[in-house]
């Protein structure tokens, strides 16, 4: 079945500081990837997501290119922000034997990012 | 248009309790699916309705149980709670296929 595998964490930067949370994934045939943010005591945000390979899904400065050949859908962002703060899941849909979507999201286990002043 | 609704926000019960969270999803969408999340892990999948037929279930034991309702709203129900099944219950609506599951605020369960 369709996994995902994120960089180990917590991350812990400087305001302004470069961000990269890595995220590889398996997945059978080429599903959605998507990134979610979760802020202290609230459920799951969408932040970002790509649809086919290559696609690069950016939002609120954050980017994450689908990468077929590498199997990665890394998330980078140029400057960081304290309110960034939040743990960050990689997710891709399972696909079921058809080959349709099926509202299963497979996540990793999530990165704590926080940012200081 | 309104999100993701969960009720309640916070629960607290004891063990072999049963407990019914609830979950209405965004307007014009047709499914629903559950997860669980223990504190410091992603969100693991329970279960997913669409047109009040599941559809899918996760590796969950059959204390366990959901349903959808004629307006695609959905419960969630467990019994026989245990301390393990502390967590952070997300519903999630979803349109179909090639869409995005959008979350709720989830429902914070606590077992005594």
């Known amino acids: 079945g369709n996994s995902v595998t994120q960089m180990e964490g917590p991350v812990t930067l400087s305001e302004e500081a470069f961000l990269t949370i890595n995220c590889t994934y398996t997945?059978?045939?080429?599903?959605?990837l998507f990134w979610y943010v979760q802020y202290p005591g609230e459920g799951l945000q969408l932040l970002l997501k790509a649809t086919k390979a290559d696609d690069k899904g950016s939002n609120k400065g954050f980017e994450a290119t689908y990468r077929k050949e590498t199997t990665s859908f890394h998330l980078e962002k140029g400057s960081v922000q304290v309110s960034d703060s939040a743990v960050y899941f990689c997710?891709?849909?399972?696909?079921?034997?058809?080959?349709?979507?099926?509202?299963?999201?497979?996540f990793g286990q999530g990165t704590i990012l926080t940012v200081h002043p | 248009d309104a999100g993701v609704t969960q009720s309640p926000t916070h629960l607290i019960k004891t063990r072999g309790q049963q407990v019914t969270l609830r979950c209405s999803p965004i307007s014009g969408h047709k499914s629903v699916s559950w997860y669980q999340q223990v504190l410091g892990q992603g969100p693991q999948f329970i279960f997913q309705?669409?047109?009040?037929?599941?559809?899918g279930r996760g590796n969950f034991p059959d204390r366990f149980s959901a349903r959808q309702f004629p307006n695609y709203s959905s419960e969630l129900n467990v019994n026989a709670l245990l301390l393990g099944d502390s967590a952070l219950y997300l519903c999630?609506?979803?349109?179909?296929?090639?869409?995005?599951?959008?979350f709720g605020p989830g429902t914070r369960l606590t077992v005594l």
């Open positions: 999630a609506s979803w349109g179909g296929q090639g869409d995005t599951q959008y």
């Open positions: 309705y669409y047109e009040k037929e599941e559809r």
């Open positions: 997945a059978t045939g080429y599903p959605s």
């Open positions: 997710a891709l849909p399972s696909i079921n034997a058809g080959g349709t979507s099926y509202g299963k999201l497979t």
